[in-house]
Antibody, heavy 118, light 109 residues
Framework: EVQLLGSGGGLAQPGGSLRLSCAASGFTCSTQGMTWVRQTPGKGLEWVSGIRASGGNTYYADSVKGRFTISTDKSKNTLYLLLNNLRAEDTALYYC???????????WGQGIPVTVSS | QAVVTQEPSLTVSPGGTVTLTCGSSTGPVTSGHYPHWFQQKPGQAPRTLIYDTTNTYSWTPARFSGSLLGGKAALTLSGAQVEDEADYYCLLYNSGGAVFGGGTKLTVL
């Protein structure tokens, strides 16, 4: 059974950092494209970042380019999103998905809340 | 990055048929955009309905189908049910990543 278990969210100050994790089970995340998506309460979905299979090419939305870094750890079967230089507008619920560049999106994680506030 | 447009809201009668569309500011949507469609109900994570324009998953109700229509990606719901009331989002890939549409709030009434 495919499961995506997210963690690492919380409260951060503007300019601060967080690392989101998405532990995968039922498949090997490094052999799939994977994606991070975020959603501000009451708003739509925003594609944030994607990574190709086997740690290949990475892609970022303009709004996070240069501040966020997507990666996978094969030994932990986990997808990560490192959020640096956080801004208030990064406050959102962050979802990881199985699937991304080169791989159809099928399963979604439960959402990781991130709040950026002083 | 491209702007992806969807109808902000649509209403369909129970048992009726409705088509949601997904357009791109850069030109016609093609299979090369690998269109996906997602359904999201309040308080829930999104659920994928359609991938790569027309393909469905085992959990996709048969009343949902995907296509290309008039230069846009389309999601057609045939035989709407009350439980189909939700927000629907499309996603299009491009060379730099991907972009979601703004979403369509579908009311079944």
């Amino acid at each position: 059974e495919v499961q995506l278990l997210g963690s690492g969210g919380g409260l951060a100050q503007p300019g601060g950092s967080l690392r989101l994790s998405c532990a995968a089970s039922g498949f090997t995340c490094s052999t799939q494209g994977m994606t991070w998506v975020r959603q501000t309460p009451g708003k739509g979905l925003e594609w944030v970042s994607g990574i190709r299979a086997s740690g290949g090419n990475t892609y970022y939305a303009d709004s996070v380019k240069g501040r966020f870094t997507i990666s996978t750890d094969k030994s932990k079967n986990t997808l990560y999103l490192l959020l640096n230089n956080l801004r208030a507008e990064d406050t959102a619920l962050y979802y990881c998905t199985k699937g991304g560049p080169g791989s159809p999106i099928d399963y979604w994680g439960q959402g990781i809340p991130v709040t950026v506030s002083s | 990055q491209a702007v992806v447009t969807q109808e902000p809201s649509l209403t369909v009668s129970p048992g009726g048929t409705v088509t949601l569309t997904c357009g791109s500011s850069t030109g016609p949507v093609t299979s090369g955009h690998y269109p996906h469609w997602f359904q999201q109900k309040p308080g829930q994570a999104p659920r994928t309905l359609i991938y790569d324009t027309t393909n469905t998953y085992s959990w996709t109700p048969a009343r949902f189908s995907g296509s290309l229509l008039g230069g846009k990606a389309a999601l057609t719901l045939s035989g709407a049910q009350v439980e189909d009331e939700a927000d629907y989002y499309c996603l299009l890939y491009n060379s730099g990543g991907a972009v979601f549409g703004g979403g369509t709030k579908l009311t079944v009434l």
